[in-house]
């Protein structure tokens, strides 16, 4: 009909279906660029997402940054008509894996946004980036879970990483991969993500995840790689992306300001051990969820808001704390300077009290 051939030139010129991922993808495919970087020793790409008619484009650090190998790479990008120019960068925040890169070009379309917050599994979740190196790449699956905390080995990241922790939670199994760059050894940062079964691929990196409406709800970060060697991991149905509610907050303060700010707690925790209840036959594991507080920094947040030794931290705001890690990932998505309730345990009693949050000194 001629409908669909009016349609099919804002999806740089292909017929798109009228269906829900069809009409997702004709409303964010302008939207979601193709960047090359390149230094003199290594070069990649991956994607972005147009977030203003100004040029600034969301995206994330490791592919600014080579996976940290070049500091100043030169990058290109391309839009979604195949126009190419050349782009600078405007801030990069390892901790959150997110990065702002600015073009001067004109016609740009901004991306929608959407809130992460309002989605609940089984929500349609479209993928679009340039996996291997092939622009405008649609793929579609569902948000498969929604607040999952995991650990990415980063070149970036600060040694040691903001709150403390002892012992490891348990939560080794999900250690995971930035797609298509080569792995640093310094550290690794603790990322709140969502969980997509949508096909991520190296170069979907810094893409966007949309809804069903095509706004944009996470920036696609990275893959699950099934013991392979990660520089070749390709999709096997579990990839995570940013959370758009935190990646936009990251994305303003480095327009605003050029770098980003994550506030500290200032305790260090272990995780809640398991106990193991019953014997013989019946004996079973009960993991219980939270971080145990085994110091609170002198001065800190927690200081001032009263948190002790012993106390077990289960919430910050309406997030669940279920280990170490997943307070580190939650802390740091608030700016400096915010206030939220943190629900914890005393003596098997549970409390609240308001925490305003002090700068981490290490980012």
Not at 83 to 106: H, Q
């Amino acid at each position: 009909s001629s409908q669909a051939t009016d349609t099919s030139a804002e999806a740089g010129g292909q017929p798109v279906a009228d269906t829900a991922v069809g009409n997702a993808a004709r409303t964010a495919l302008p939207s979601v660029v193709t960047i090359s970087a390149t230094s003199s020793s290594a070069s990649g790409s991956g994607s972005g997402s147009i977030l203003d008619t100004e040029g600034h484009i969301l995206t994330n650090t490791h592919v600014v940054t080579l996976g940290g190998q070049a500091n100043d790479a030169e990058l290109t990008v391309r839009t979604s008509d195949g126009e190419v120019y050349a782009a600078t960068v405007v801030g990069t925040d390892p901790l959150s894996d997110l990065a702002v890169i600015k073009i001067d070009a004109p016609d740009l379309t901004p991306i929608q946004i959407g809130r992460s917050g309002d989605l609940k599994v089984g929500d349609e979740a479209v993928a679009i980036g340039a996996p291997l190196g092939l622009p405008n790449t649609v793929t579609d699956g569902i948000i498969s879970t929604l607040d999952r905390t995991i650990a990415v080995a980063s070149s970036e990241a600060p040694e040691p990483q903001g709150e403390s922790s002892g012992s490891s939670s348990g939560s080794d199994q999900y250690r995971f991969q930035l797609p298509g760059t080569p792995q640093g050894t310094q550290g690794e940062v603790y990322i709140n993500v969502l969980q997509t079964d949508a096909a991520i691929n190296p170069g979907n990196s810094g893409g966007a995840l949309v809804d069903a409406e095509g706004r944009l709800v996470g920036v696609n970060v990275a893959i699950a790689s099934a013991g392979q060697d990660p520089s070749e991991a390709g999709n096997i149905g579990v990839g995570f992306a940013i959370p758009v509610d935190y990646a936009q907050r990251v994305a303003q303060d480095l327009i605003d300001h050029g770098k980003a700010t994550h506030a500290m707690l200032g305790v260090s925790v272990t995780p809640e051990p398991a106990e193991v209840q019953g014997g013989g036959e019946n004996a079973q594991t009960v993991f219980s969820d939270g971080a145990r507080v085994q110091q609170v920094v002198g001065g800190s947040a927690a200081d001032a808001a009263g948190l002790k030794e012993g106390d077990v931290i289960t919430a910050v705001g309406d997030r669940a704390v279920i280990d170490s890690e997943s307070l580190t990932a939650v802390v740091r998505e608030y700016r400096v300077g915010d206030s939220v309730d943190v629900t914890y345990l005393r003596d098997g009693a549970e409390q609240k009290t308001e925490v305003t949050f002090t700068e981490d000194t290490q980012s």
